[in-house]
């Protein structure tokens, strides 16, 4: 799903919100998500999952074309944990979709 799918979910499920507006709403939402990951803080959305901040120390690399060693900055990367709720239901539906055989 991309972002436009969401706001083109997003008014069709509510009539009263035009596509400016469903588009406006989204885009509040990963903003102020993006900015809360950048302060370093976790998002918690019951059902769903957290995401949070992980550390990926400096190490050594190496450049495949010259085999020279590079160092690697460290670098903080953002993590996913999804919910039991969100894990049960793809449980569920992969299930449901296995037995009707969508999926192999």
Avoid: C, W, Y
Avoid at 49 to 77: A, C, D, K, L
Wanted: aromatic content about 4%; hydrophobic content about 35%; overall charge positive.
């Amino acid at each position: 799903m991309t972002r436009s799918d969401l706001v083109d979910e997003l008014a069709a499920r509510f009539n009263q919100l035009t596509h400016r507006d469903a588009e406006s709403a989204v885009k509040a939402i990963l903003d102020a998500m993006g900015d809360a990951l950048v302060r370093g803080h976790r998002i918690e959305i019951r059902g769903f999952g957290s995401f949070s901040i992980s550390r990926r120390p400096p190490r050594t690399g190496r450049n495949p074309r010259s085999g020279e060693s590079v160092q690697i900055p460290e670098r903080r990367v953002p993590h996913f944990k999804p919910g039991k709720a969100l894990r049960e239901a793809l449980d569920q539906r992969t299930a449901e979709l296995k037995e009707r055989g969508e999926l192999p």
